[in-house]
């Protein structure tokens, strides 16, 4: 053998099976993987970014300072400014040593491995959280909506930290209209694909200053196996004091069910599934909903997004702000359920959840070879905004 032409091509020794780390659960409130990549989407003004800092402390709580974990926390703010974080950690009843451990970072540039490695090896950040993903693609000159683009911003911003050894989750939205837009963020479908688990936040009831609120975590992709697809997860309740505005939350296990979860249009999700293997380029939302059999297009837009959530297809953003569906794999109805919800009581069997054992991230090669980094040059990440 002559050698190989690249040595990412050289062959790994796959760990022997007595050896292998076993997958652990959600460390963080049963919502949060360590070491794995995270994508928390809802609509605008579902409080995610407020949700994001209750998991943020969650982290810290949870994480002993001086234990084996990254204690600390990285919040990569593209939205908010630090007056506003600073001001609901506050409010979240934040302590002065909790907030010492959150870091908080308004880049204008890509970060770099040396701010990688400072952020998630010397500050110890076991958590990175960028709010929003649209604001990462904004600074690097990348089309939110374009396929290739989300997959150079995961490599950009999500993969570096991950490969590092921090957890990361990436905040962003879904579109305005309810119509089609499925339980997955807004634009590209590789936002979901980029990441290890995806969780949709639903508003049950609005929280605003003075009053109480309550929102539910859907998952929408979980590639540890132990948050079902589908299903509601988790529920947070916030309760802001009306007189010290003070906010007290609590995680608590889902009170309510959902039609998505003991329900999926089976024959329809067939019918659409055989329609988009007739058009291997794909068909728009409304293609499908005028072309399939059937009387419901509130069942038929369920049906697609039953197809895609299963990874019977993909979706993509198409011209003029059309959502192109496509086939990827053939969907036969198990039990050919009937159309309407109310005429049957059973669950549809669903594929399960694949399972995988904990990555153990490490640094590349060249970076974990560096004793000491050489001095930074200047960095529009050197500074960073001290919350305390």
């Keep these: 053998m002559t050698g190989w032409s690249h040595e990412d091509w050289e062959p790994r020794t796959i760990i022997a099976p007595d050896h292998v780390t076993r997958a652990e659960p959600p460390r963080v409130r049963g919502l949060l993987y360590d070491r794995?990549?995270?994508v928390l989407f809802g609509e605008t003004e579902a409080a995610k970014t407020l949700i994001a800092l209750t998991l943020a402390l969650e982290?810290?709580?949870a994480t002993p300072a001086d234990g084996e974990w990254l204690s600390s926390v990285a919040y990569i703010d593209f939205e908010n400014g630090t007056e506003a974080i600073s001001l609901m950690l506050a409010e979240l009843g934040a302590t002065a040593k909790e907030v010492e451990r959150v870091f908080l970072f308004h880049p204008t540039a890509v970060p770099s491995m040396q701010d990688v490695y400072c952020i998630s090896v010397e500050i110890g950040c076991g958590l990175v959280i960028i709010d929003a993903g649209v604001g990462a693609c904004a600074v690097s000159g990348l089309d939110d909506n374009d396929r290739k683009d989300i997959e150079r911003m995961a490599s950009m911003w999500v993969r570096p930290f991950w490969e590092s050894g921090s957890a990361t989750v990436v905040i962003d939205h879904v579109t305005k209209s309810s119509e089609g837009r499925g339980r997955w963020p807004i634009g590209s479908e590789r936002k979901l694909s980029q990441a290890d688990t995806g969780l949709y936040v639903d508003t049950i009831t609005p929280v605003s200053r003075g009053s109480s609120g309550i929102y539910k975590f859907v998952s929408a992709k979980d590639r540890g196996g132990y948050l079902k697809r589908g299903t509601t997860v988790a529920e947070i309740h916030l309760s802001s004091d009306p007189s010290t505005h003070r906010i007290s939350w609590e995680f608590r296990k889902?009170?309510?069910?959902?039609a998505y979860e003991h329900w999926r249009p089976t024959l329809l999700m067939q019918r659409v599934s055989e329609y988009l293997a007739a058009h291997p380029e794909g068909a728009s939302r409304n293609e499908i909903e005028k072309n399939v059999k059937g009387k419901s297009n509130d069942h038929k837009r369920q049906a697609i997004d039953e197809l895609v959530c299963l990874g019977n297809a993909t979706e993509e953003a198409g011209p003029r702000?059309?959502?192109i569906v496509?086939?990827?794999?053939s969907f036969t109805s198990p039990d050919l359920a009937p159309t309407?919800?109310?005429?049957v009581t059973t669950t549809s069997p669903t594929s399960p959840a694949?399972?995988?054992a904990r990555r153990e991230a490490r640094l590349t090669a060249s970076t974990a070879n560096t004793t000491s980094p050489e001095p930074r040059a200047a960095s529009r990440w050197t500074s960073r905004d001290r919350l305390g």
């Design 36 to 38: 794995r990549r995270h």
């Design 59 to 61: 982290f810290v709580r």
């Design 254 to 258: 889902p009170s309510t069910t959902n």
């Design 321 to 323: 702000g059309a959502r």
């Design 326 to 329: 496509k086939h990827l794999s």
């Design 340 to 343: 309407s919800p109310g005429e």
């Design 354 to 356: 694949p399972t995988g």
